[in-house]
């Protein structure tokens, strides 16, 4: 009986240390498959970005050089009426005194008939000697009365014949001085062109009878010419001091250097401009192997102007409203707001932020909030143009 209880015993104890056994192992077996099915499902699906996204392109502050293009007519800078001083017949015209035509300084235009003046001189040359005989006699003649009165202590000066010294002296003076105006005239029967110009007009002929001062033609100076041009007044404020050098002037295929000069003082009433002058020396290059330029010819001139320090340059097309979009560093997009300093062409140029670790936002959100969170795109495009200063 005893024997009969204790396998009882052992058989019952025996079978629960299986249960318990199997029951630890279907435990971890479960668990294994949870950690190992919990993973995969977690890898399967990762978290979602929703921040939307922008294109942004660096940001480059420089310092512009401003620039102003200006257009104008090129125009004679002097011009002369031709005329002579004396009245005579035109005896002979220079092949070159046409319309069109180009003299030199000291050129001869035309002559009048020089016999008559000619002849003055000769009669003037007779009076100076007569007045410089009459001079020597009454010099002879005073010398032998300071002889004669030189012991009588009651001398007049006119015994002495002194006051017909003077008046022979004067009279010499006058001849000479008469000789001089008649050679004067005798230069004067020649019309020399006072600078390098061209004959803008001629209206006498060969053989012609003319007065004095009678007009008979004119000439331009073509020493240099000038540009007026008309400046805006948006545009004054960033001209240096005059005057400005090393000015573009351009047409067509023709490109020269000239001189912003001045301000000629006046404003057009209609708009407002003032008109500044450029000037360009040697226009038709009659002293250098250059193209000429002609005067009437409509030119393009491109002036630097100051040059403005710490600035933006950007395209007009991310202006809006005088505000740009920008991102810092922690991607968060940045409403920045400035001034207009200056447009040119596609380009506004505004003063810088402070914080320059910017880029500039291209492409923004749908909707775009100061502050937004945002995950960037970058472009591959420079924003300032080739030939900025920096």
Known sequence: MGINKNKSYYHTHTR?????????????????????????????????????TVVTQPLTIVDYRTKLSLSGVLQPSEQTDIAFELSGKIVWLNGKFIEGGIVKKGEVLASLDPFDYKTEVKDRQANLALAQATLSEELAKAAVAKKEWAHNPNTTELALRKPQVASAKARLKAAQASLEQANKNLLRTKYYAPYDALVTNRSTGLGQVVSKAQALGQLVNLSYGEMHVPIAGFDRPFLPTLPITNVQVSTDSIKRTGTLTRHTGRFNEQTRMAYYVVRIDDPYALHSDKTPLFFGQFL??????????????????QLKNKAVWLLDESQTLTKYSAPVLRQEQDFALIAAPKKQRYQLVTRLPEY???????????????????????
């Open 16 to 52: 629960r240390l299986l249960v318990l056994l199997a029951v630890l192992i279907l435990g971890g077996s479960a668990c294994a498959a949870l950690l190992i099915f919990g993973k995969k499902e977690v890898a399967v699906s990762p978290r979602i970005d929703t921040r939307p």
């Open 300 to 317: 393009q001139a491109n002036v630097d102007g100051i040059t403005l320090e710490n600035v933006l340059k950007i395209p007009q097309a």
């Open 368 to 390: 775009p909030q100061h502050g937004m969170l945002v995950k960037q795109q970058t472009a591959n495009v420079q924003l300032a143009d080739k030939g900025d200063n920096q």
